[in-house]
């Protein structure tokens, strides 16, 4: 009987056969050592294989197991609903273990003559530093024997010796006396600290000999340190298993009742998620003092190995982290925390694109654990579990109504007669300036979101509305005003701005839009010798004067939000709230709200005036929080909605994607695909579309869209079963797309 093995390629399973004389069970979720492509690969056993035949490579060894049976039945699944390939989901979800730097030992087999393949190898174990396509022969006729070792980590350390060479002068003898002392240091540097000394001093001391360097075995790497606070617990009761959420109120609150939960569970394995870093630090600072580990990709290889082995051996119960930790060995896991469930940082923009939720609760129901979401706002999808929402926490909001005609009365404490037929006051309003002239005056710190990066949000000649677009992307160029270029924000193309319209050789339009450049230019000339700081994808100032507590103004993207709040913060802008509007997907008002919530509890401390500059001022995403209300309100009414569409969660969705260089034969296919999936039976309300994407063009490929919808898992199964035909172009399928609207 074969096995299966899983590679961290874009492809399925492989099968080999086990190692020659194995005798046991199926060693399922262990690494081994496979052949590949003339050299060797790390692997993981996934199951027992159906190839019968002599003509499959051997599994060279198995080493340690690595990855626990119910991730691998989730992944399956998951591969068996998608057609995703079963080593792209593991190359995404288990994030290290691939690369184990083993040592290598050979030896031909007790009599085997090796002259034929010019390979001089000696009889006994040796260890082979050789990389070659030749042992892989050797390898294939069965003429060689092999194994692979573990090495044991060593470090460099230092010792006093009784004996060395010359004289020492008085603070060389003093720094060897120390180190006499205390045995072993690990560095010069701590010799010297210890002996108060400088390292010069320290280095006289070992070129004489007094002292010598030697390696010793190495010590756990050092992981994130545990921050000690005293928070206090929250009685409440949930149930043992299934899914249960948390939501509303302020971080601490939640966290308090985090907290009695995991310290319930700590004992049979907790697994804490959140979607970027800023809301792991967070989580950190609260609860990493119950015991726990930090897991994420800011680790090195040596950290993230180190943790995986705690975890699988029993020792760590306990990990906070971001979407890699999934993937952790816990040998029973009996509680799964996600936090902000419906983050769209939980999907994964290339590789298999999963949405990290959706494999969390399939992993939940393996495991039969609690599975429970926690955030500011609930996810739309997820009312249909019980949960608790907490009271909504006070806040502070003031809503510029650009709409507004500017004879209209004042419609609050900061409004005026901010706004003119030419809508003079943006991007900043005449009430924004007032707040940040504020600011300034007193020592404060603010932040201005701004809807994108660059300088304008287009050029536009004005006699015949020409607007310069990408070559390669059907999208418009954005000017930068740094390096005065337009560029494309899809596939990075720039070219120089056109003096003048090449259509009607027209003027152009003086280039300004909401974009992080001219709101800083603004900004700079209000508050002259303030300092303003920018921080986009492409330009990211040195922030370290603002965390320090300095006064200054932050203009940024939405990614600032990925780093912790100004200490001093005490404003908060929105430049141009209905730029998070302007999205064709039917989570774009879920999206907006949960911005707005995310905005007001970003300090963890004190709560920052909200400035949101808008043309829909009474958007009932805004009404909920300049109205406080719970959480969970705003989502029932959308919740209403999607109901009336047969949208998440009263039905399960596929995007499927035609990308072809040729715009006709990427609609073609989209019309061939269509009509193939009616013709198996599929209706007008499973298949929706085809229609061009919202981007029609990306990277010279023209894109056409159909969304499959059905009821259910099994309904969506068998309509993606339908798609595994050969089409004339690319086709892409994407399960539950986050950006998805017919």
């Known amino acids: ?42 692997g993981i056993v996934v199951a027992e294989g159906q190839a019968h035949t002599h003509r499959l490579r051997e599994v060279i060894q198995v080493l340690d197991l690595w990855v626990h049976p119910t991730l691998i039945q989730t992944l399956k699944t998951y591969e068996t609903l998608s057609g995703t390939p079963l080593g792209l989901l593991y190359c995404d979800l288990i994030t290290c273990g ?11 087999v007790e009599g085997a003559d090796l002259t034929a393949f010019d390979l001089d190898l000696p009889a006994d174990w040796s260890l082979y530093h050789n990389d070659s396509g030749v042992l892989d022969q050797v390898r294939e006729q069965g003429l060689l024997e092999e194994r692979f070792e573990f090495p044991i980590r060593t470090e460099l350390a230092y010792r006093g010796r009784l004996e060395g060479e010359g004289k020492l002068t008085p603070k060389q003898k003093q720094a060897w006396k120390t180190l006499l002392s205390i045995k072993e ?13 400088s390292t010069s001093v320290v280095s006289g001391v070992l070129s004489r000999g007094w002292a010598e360097a030697f390696e010793r075995p190495a010590g756990p790497p050092e992981c994130v340190p545990v921050q000690e606070r005293n928070l206090k617990k929250a009685a409440w009761e949930v149930p043992e298993k299934g899914i249960y959420r948390l939501h509303g109120g302020h971080p601490i609150e939640r966290f308090q009742h985090l907290k009695t ?34 897991y994420s990709g800011t680790l090195n290889a040596l950290q993230r190995e180190h943790i995986w082995q705690q975890v699988r051996d029993g020792h760590c119960k306990l990990v906070i982290g971001t979407y890699g930790a999934m993937g952790l060995p816990f040998p029973s896991l009996s509680l799964i925390i996600i936090e902000e469930e419906g983050s769209d940082a939980y999907k994964l923009l290339s590789g298999s694109r999963v949405f990290i939720p959706d494999l969390a609760a399939k992993l939940s129901e393996q495991r039969e654990s609690l599975l429970l979401y926690s955030g500011s706002v609930p996810a739309v999808e997820s009312l249909r579990f019980e949960g608790k929402v907490l009271p909504p926490s006070k806040t502070r909001v003031h809503v510029v109504n650009y709409a507004e005609d500017s004879s209209q009365p004042e419609t609050g404490p900061l409004s005026m007669q901010h706004m003119k037929p030419a809508l003079e006051g943006y991007p900043l309003s005449q009430d924004l300036r007032k707040v940040l002239t504020q600011v300034a005056e007193r020592g404060r710190q603010a932040v201005l979101f701004a809807p994108r990066k660059g300088y304008s949000a287009l050029i536009r000649c004005r006699a015949c509305g020409y607007i310069p677009f990408c070559k390669h992307c059907d999208v418009p160029l954005k000017f930068h005003q740094g390096t005065r270029l337009m560029q494309c924000h899809q596939c990075g193309y720039r070219e120089s701005p056109p003096s003048t319209c090449p259509k009607c050789k027209g003027a152009i339009w003086q280039p300004k839009g909401p974009g992080t450049e001219w709101i800083l230019q603004e900004t700079r000339q209000l508050l002259p010798g303030f300092a303003v ?4 994808k492409d330009h990211q100032d040195d922030l370290r004067p603002i965390y320090e507590g300095h006064p200054g103004i932050v203009i ?39 911005l707005l919530r995310q905005l007001l509890e970003w300090h963890p401390r004190r709560a920052p005036l909200l400035v949101v500059q808008t043309f829909q001022a009474f958007h009932a995403a805004l009404l909920a929080v300049t109205e406080p209300q719970p959480a969970d309100e705003f989502p029932l009414k959308d919740l209403s909605r999607r109901e ?12 499927v994607e035609v990308a072809s260089r040729d715009k006709t034969r990427s609609e073609s296919v989209a019309d061939e695909i269509q009509k193939h999936l009616i013709s198996k039976g599929a209706d007008a309300e499973e298949v929706l579309g085809p229609a061009p994407a919202p981007i029609g063009k990306v990277r010279g490929l023209f894109l056409t869209h159909l969304l499959l919808r059905a009821e259910n898992e099994t309904r969506l199964k068998t309509l993606l079963e339908h798609m595994d035909e050969r089409w004339k172009a690319r086709v892409r399928v994407e399960i539950n797309p986050r950006n998805a609207n017919f």
């Open 261 to 294: 939960l995991i310290e319930q569970h700590l004992e049979t394995g907790v697994l804490y998620l959140t979607p970027d870093t800023y809301r792991l630090e967070r989580a950190w600072q609260a609860l990493s003092h119950i015991g726990a580990q930090c």
């Open 185 to 197: 240091v690990p560095s010069l540097a701590e010799w010297a600290r210890q002996a108060e000394v």
């Open 556 to 594: 940024g993207t939405q990614a600032l939000l990925q780093e912790k709040a100004p200490p001093e913060l005490a404003l908060v802008s929105l430049t141009l709230a209905d730029s998070w509007l302007g999205y064709s997907d039917f989570r774009t008002d879920e999206r907006y709200h949960k």
């Open 644 to 655: 009336l569409l047969k949208y998440p969660p009263y039905s399960l969705l596929a995007q």
């Open 1 to 42: 009987m074969s096995w299966l093995v899983a590679l961290p390629l874009p492809i399925p399973a492989l099968d080999f056969l086990p190692p020659h004389g194995f005798q046991g069970e199926l060693p399922l979720g262990h690494r081994v050592v496979v052949p590949w492509q003339g050299s060797i690969k790390i």
């Open 98 to 108: 691939w690369e184990p730097h083993l040592k290598h030992f050979v030896k031909p």
């Open 533 to 536: 700081y920018r921080y986009d």
